[in-house]
C-alpha cells in the first residue's frame, strides 16, 4: 500500500479487447497477403508489367474500401447491439431495482465472494444509478459503458493499414522494377516483420509468429502464381 492509501501496481497488461489491434492487423496481413498473391497471379499469367501494376492498384483500392466498409459495419452493428442491450439494463434498473440489486449480488456470490459481503456491496453499488448500470453491463452483458468499440476508428484502421500492407508488393513495381522476385522477396521480408511485430501482442514467440504468417502468404501467392500461369498459358 502507498503512503497515500493506495494499492501499488507492480505489473501492467497488454491490452486483449483488441480495439485498436484487430482492426489495424487485420487490416495489414489482409493487405499484404492478397494484394501479394494477386500480384503474384498476375504475374503468372501474363509478363505485362502495366496490367501488373493496374491489378495491383485495383487491389489496393478495392480491398481499402471494402475493409472499411467492413468494419464499419460490423463494429456499428456491434455497438448498436450492446447500447440496446444497455437501455435495456437501464430500464430494469429503474423498474425493478431490489430485483437487480439481489441479481448483482448473486452475481458476485457466484464470483466466490461471501453472501453477506456480496449483499452489502451490490447495496452500495446500487445506490448510485450509474454505478449500478455499470456493473450490470460488466456482469451481464460483458461491455464497459466508456470503452465500447468505435465503428469510425475501426474503419479508419483497416483503410490505413490494409493500404500500408497492399502498397508493400507492388511498390517495386512503381519504383521500375518488373520482377516478381523483387516483389516477393520484399513481400517476404513484410510478412515475416509483421508476424513477428504480432507476437509483442500475443503470447506466442516473435519467430514462431513471423514464421506462421510467411507461410501463409507465401502458400496464397504460391497457389494463385500457379493458377495465373496454368491460366496464362492456356
Excluded at 514467440?205 to 500461369?229: D, E, I, K, P
Aim: aromatic letters at 6%; hydrophobic letters at 50%; one cysteine or more.
Amino acid at each position: 500500500m502507498s503512503p497515500g492509501g493506495r494499492a501499488e501496481i507492480h505489473h501492467e497488461h497488454r491490452d486483449v479487447n483488441g480495439g485498436w489491434l484487430r482492426p489495424s492487423v487485420f487490416g495489414a496481413m489482409d493487405g499484404l497477403v492478397s494484394n501479394f498473391a494477386l500480384i503474384a497471379g498476375v504475374a503468372g499469367g501474363t509478363a505485362s508489367t502495366r496490367v501488373i501494376v493496374l491489378a495491383g492498384v485495383a487491389g489496393l483500392a478495392a480491398g481499402a474500401f471494402s475493409m472499411a466498409g467492413g468494419e464499419y459495419v460490423s463494429v456499428a452493428s456491434q455497438r448498436e447491439l450492446a447500447l440496446a442491450e444497455i437501455d435495456v439494463e437501464r430500464n430494469e434498473i429503474e423498474r425493478h431495482p431490489e430485483a437487480e440489486q439481489e441479481e448483482l449480488a448473486k452475481f458476485y456470490e457466484g464470483r466466490g465472494v461471501d453472501p453477506v459481503v456480496a449483499a452489502e456491496v451490490a447495496r452500495q453499488i446500487s445506490m448510485d444509478p450509474v454505478k449500478a448500470l455499470e456493473a450490470h453491463a460488466s456482469a451481464e452483458l460483458g461491455v464497459t459503458l466508456e470503452d465500447l468499440p468505435s465503428p469510425r476508428i475501426a474503419a479508419l484502421s483497416s483503410f490505413l493499414f490494409f493500404s500500408v500492407g497492399a502498397l508493400l508488393p507492388l511498390l517495386p513495381y512503381l519504383l521500375g522494377v518488373t520482377s516478381l522476385v523483387t516483389s516477393a522477396v520484399l513481400s517476404c521480408l513484410a510478412l515475416f516483420g509483421a508476424g513477428a511485430l504480432v507476437s509483442r501482442v500475443t503470447a506466442r514467440s516473435w519467430w514462431y509468429s513471423g514464421l506462421r504468417q510467411l507461410l501463409v502468404g507465401v502458400v496464397a501467392a504460391g497457389l494463385t502464381f500457379t493458377l495465373g500461369n496454368l491460366l496464362g498459358g492456356s
